[in-house]
């Protein structure tokens, strides 16, 4: 059974830093390219960061998040992180991550197949 789980969402201060994990289980990371979005209260879901599969490992983002936000992957631990940096109340929301059995990635999230979860990220002082 293919899934994926999301962690390291948690409440944290304006300006701090968060690493967001996603491992797979059923399947091998390596071979998927992944995306990362999220989902804000009464906001429609945004893609803010993808990484294609380990053929390409071509890393993309969404102009809102650029500078901010960093996507790996851990292929020994079959994991792919995003790392939040000068976190700001409009990251605030459900974090997921989703795959699709592709090279190439798509920030786009409409696009995956295979989804977590959600990790919730909540930014306020």
């Known amino acids: 059974q293919m899934r994926l789980v999301e962690s390291g969402g948690a409440l944290a201060q304006p300006g701090g830093s968060l690493t967001l994990s996603c491992e797979a289980s059923?399947?091998?990371?390596?071979?998927?390219?992944i995306g990362w979005s999220r989902q804000a209260p009464g906001k429609d879901r945004e893609g803010v960061a993808c990484?294609?599969?380990?053929?390409?490992?071509?890393?993309d983002y969404a102009d809102s998040v650029k500078g901010r936000f960093t996507i790996s992957r851990d292929n020994d631990k079959n994991t792919v992180y995003l790392q939040i940096n000068d976190l700001k109340p409009e990251d605030t929301g459900i974090y997921s991550c989703?795959?699709?059995?592709?090279?190439?990635?798509?920030?786009?999230?409409?696009?995956?197949?295979?989804w977590g979860q959600g990790t919730q990220v909540t930014v306020s002082s």
């Open positions: 989703a795959g699709r059995p592709k090279i190439h990635c798509d920030v786009d999230a409409r696009s995956y197949e295979y």
């Open positions: 059923g399947f091998f990371l390596r071979y998927y390219s």
């Open positions: 990484i294609s599969s380990s053929s390409s490992d071509r890393r």
